[in-house]
């Protein structure tokens, strides 16, 4: 971690980056470092019903929020941030509600596509899940706003080990049916306990502010949020959970779980790398793009830092994937290395350009944003399908990796073009001639 102070210039910015990073790195070494004794408690199969259960979360997680939690760094006033908090927690409990009275309306509408075995405890878990994981995550942004940033990297520190012990108690006891499950919904309890505790201590003073008059005027002024960016949204993370919930029905729960495994030591943690980047970018970019109309420079200095930093370990996953999860986790997850050695190219461009893609909502270009991922959707549904009328995840693994290096590329060169506003680009055209 020395390494990466030396590399990025000594800023508020660039600290609170690392301190952010030091936090993912730690919390997600703690998932990796316990996966040899998991994979050992558990079997594939077990992963992937995690992984459908995690995918439904994500998804319908998307629509309790209303995409709100994006609006709380926006307002210049703590007191009028704290009224979006509190929007988007009652609309947590509001779309859980209805999505509990949908399931028990319709209690077998997954056995048309699962065994018993594999949906009766997700179906069970998936409500309370949405109403802890979706209010850990707003949580978080507000964490961001007040700037607590050794609290956020310690929330996720905490979150992942209470998680991983849970996980080995489960599976060695057997207790529990599914102990993934169990661990993972209670390791986000227990972390949003912590983090409550926190912010009643040092936000106290702004719960007072909150009010029914104000949490309605917040969620109007706010519209767009729900209006253009839970569409895309939406789309976005169906199409990032799709494999995890098509791979059960198309090639069976066993090759989900070598896929989920993949995704829990490859591209989950150096995504949330990523993403800890990415709330810092996006805080301090909305700032300066507020104050001066562009964002152009610090844009370029973080793809440039993330573009140097990624080289050398995406190089060697790409090298020693097949043997590395061989040796770790057994031999029957040598597959998992196998996947990950064709996923690695997209992971790469997805880790460099998802950060920066903040860029078009700061901006304000949610329509351009909404488009990408309609593309996306589709050209992911199609990799998947052709897969499955070839009955070949290679094949289908191969034409992911092509359709989202498609989406990330178009992404970064939009992003790169919308930092800066157009009247500011209009107007330095006009100088230059």
């Not at 439904?56 to 929020?65: D, P, S």
């Not at 520190?157 to 006891?173: A, C, E, K």
């Not at 793009?289 to 190089?315: D, H, M, Q, R």
């Not at 290096?405 to 009247?423: A, T, V």
Request: glycine share 6%; with cysteine.
């Amino acid at each position: 971690m020395r390494s990466l102070v030396k590399l990025f210039p000594k800023s508020d910015y660039f600290q609170n980056v690392v301190t952010l990073i030091s936090g993912t790195v730690v919390s997600q070494a703690i998932l990796i470092l316990a996966s040899p004794v998991l994979t050992r408690i558990y079997t594939p199969s077990d992963f992937g019903i995690l992984g459908i259960y995690v995918s439904l979360i994500a998804i319908i997680g998307v629509l309790a929020t209303g995409q709100y939690e994006f609006a709380i760094l926006l307002p210049k006033k703590d007191d009028e941030a704290i009224n979006i908090v509190a929007l988007c927690l009652m609309l947590i409990f509001i779309v859980t509600a209805l999505f509990s009275i949908f399931l028990f309306l319709f209690p077998d509408l997954l056995g048309k596509y699962y065994t018993k075995e594999d949906y009766k405890e997700i179906l069970f878990f998936v409500p309370i899940g949405i109403v802890i994981v979706c209010s850990f995550r707003v949580h978080t942004f507000w964490l961001n706003r007040i700037k607590s940033y050794k609290m956020l990297a310690f929330s996720r520190m905490f979150q992942s080990g209470s998680r991983v012990g849970l996980n080995i108690f489960f599976g060695l006891t057997h207790l529990v049916i599914n102990g993934l499950i169990w661990g993972y919904t209670l390791g986000f309890a227990f972390a949003n306990i912590v983090v409550c505790f926190f912010l009643w201590k040092t936000s106290r003073k702004s719960f007072k502010a909150i009010s029914f008059f104000d949490i309605f005027s917040q969620a109007k002024n706010h519209i767009n949020f729900p209006k253009f960016t839970i569409s895309s949204n939406l789309i976005q993370t169906t199409t990032l959970n799709m494999p995890l919930i098509l791979f059960p029905i198309a090639f069976g729960a066993t090759v989900s779980g070598f896929y989920v495994l993949t995704q829990r030591v490859t591209k989950i943690p150096l995504n949330m790398i990523a993403k800890s980047v990415g709330n810092v970018y996006r805080q301090k970019a909305s700032q300066i793009y507020a104050e001066e109309g562009t964002c152009k420079e610090i844009f370029l200095s973080t793809l440039k830092n993330l573009f140097v930093i990624s080289i050398i370990p995406f190089g060697l996953l790409y090298i020693f994937a097949p043997y590395l999860f061989a040796l770790l986790f057994g031999e029957q997850w040598r597959i998992s290395g196998e996947y990950t050695q064709i996923l690695i190219i997209s992971y790469w461009i997805q880790f460099i350009v998802h950060p920066l893609s903040n860029t078009l909502l700061i901006a304000g270009k949610q329509k351009i944003h909404l488009v990408i991922q309609i593309i996306s959707f589709m050209t992911i549904s199609t990799a998947i399908y052709i897969g499955f009328r070839y009955g070949n995840i290679f094949l289908a693994l191969i034409l992911i990796v092509c359709a989202n290096c498609i989406k990330y590329i178009l992404q970064l060169i939009l992003s790169y073009y919308y930092c800066e506003d157009m009247f500011i680009k209009k107007e330095k055209l006009a100088l230059s001639k």
